[in-house]
Structures are given as structure tokens and as C-alpha cells.
């Protein structure tokens, strides 16, 4: 493993996921400590709209919306599909008592895990873009040099491709495993 690639990738990764578990044990341990684990039982409200809201970019570029740019829409993605994660990881930190909800729970932070791992494809991606680039602008490059930045970049393009026929499966199994467990809150609403 390079330098670069421990400071462009692996740490940056860890900070963004150790960030997202860190604060969801200080915001458990806020509402307990004040008394507030009520508000606990509703952050998965507010969670799931922010998820939702995060899915614009995803419209945006299937074009079923024609507004806003692609690239400040998929950074609004990322951070609020990280925040409506961290309600969501409150949420179910304080009431757990069911396998459905467990099942929902491990799914969401699967796909988290997934979405955080695309990003950096994404930004190597663009990096070896760039790199393409300049190369083309460098005419004093030989060809080889030319033909292997060509080749890492078909790769990382390639690479993305792959990352996204496993992100989308993990995201309808994700969607599938939260809406039954919302749809089965509102039955036991029903019944009650
Ligand atoms: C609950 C959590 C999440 C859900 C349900 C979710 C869902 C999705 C979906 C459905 C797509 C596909 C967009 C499309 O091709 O139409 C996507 C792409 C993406 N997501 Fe997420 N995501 C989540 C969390 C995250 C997080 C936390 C990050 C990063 C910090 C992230 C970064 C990305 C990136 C970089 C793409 C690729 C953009 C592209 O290829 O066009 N996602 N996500």
C-alpha cells in the first residue's frame, strides 16, 4: 500500500465511518443522560426523510428532475444519506427488540459502508482522469507511459461499474427490509 493511498483513501474512510459510529454513541449517550430517549423512538422519521431527500441525486441523474447540479447534488447524497444513517443508528440504539428492525438495521449500515467505498472509487476515478488529461496535454510523455495511465483509467472506470451492480442490489434490499419494518409499525399501530 502507497502513502497516497493511505492518506486519500483509508483514512479518509475511517474518519467518515468512525465519525458516523462515534456520534451516534455521544448522541445515545446525550438522550439518556438527559433524559430524552423519547426523542430516540422518533429520530427514525426524520432519518428516513433525509435518506430520501439524499436520493434527488439519484433522480437527477436517471432525469426524472431536471434541477440542480449533479455534483452538488451527489456531495448532498453523501452527507445527507450520512446524517438520516446517524438518526437512524440513534434511533435503533435505544429500542431494539425485534429481528426485522436488526435485519433493516444491518442493511442500512452495509449499504453506508457501500456508498462510502464508491465515493473513493469515484474520487480515484476522477484522479486518474485528470491524469489522463494531463497527459494528453503533456506531448512530451512516450507512449507507453501514455498507454498505462490509459489502461488505469479504463480499470478504475471499470471498477465503478462493478462497485454499482453491487451498491443498487444492497440499496433494494435496504429499501425492502426498512419499508416492511415501517409498514409493520404501522400495523402493530392498527392493532393496538
Ligand atoms: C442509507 C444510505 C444510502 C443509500 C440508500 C444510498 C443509495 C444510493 C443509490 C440508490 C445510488 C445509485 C445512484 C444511481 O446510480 O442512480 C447511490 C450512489 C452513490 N452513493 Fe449512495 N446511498 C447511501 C449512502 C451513501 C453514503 C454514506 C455515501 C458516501 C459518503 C454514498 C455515496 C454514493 C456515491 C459516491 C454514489 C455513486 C454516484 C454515481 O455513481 O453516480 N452513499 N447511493
Redesign the pocket.
Known sequence: MDRSLISKEVIPFLL?FGTLILATIVGDALLHYFDLVWIGRYLGIPGTVL?LL??F??MR??KMVSFGKPKTL?KL??TL??L??LMILVHAGIHVYAILPWLALVA?LV??LS??T??FL?DRSRRFLAEKKAAYANQGLPEDEVEKRLFWDATTFEL?KKW?AV??PI?LA?AVLGLTHIFSIFLFWQWK
Open positions: 467518515m435518506i439524499s436520493l441525486y439519484s441523474k436517471r451527489l447524497h453523501e444519506a450520512w438520516g444513517a442500512m449499504n453506508v456508498g462510502m464508491g465515493k469515484l465503478m454499482r451498491h443498487l440499496t435496504f
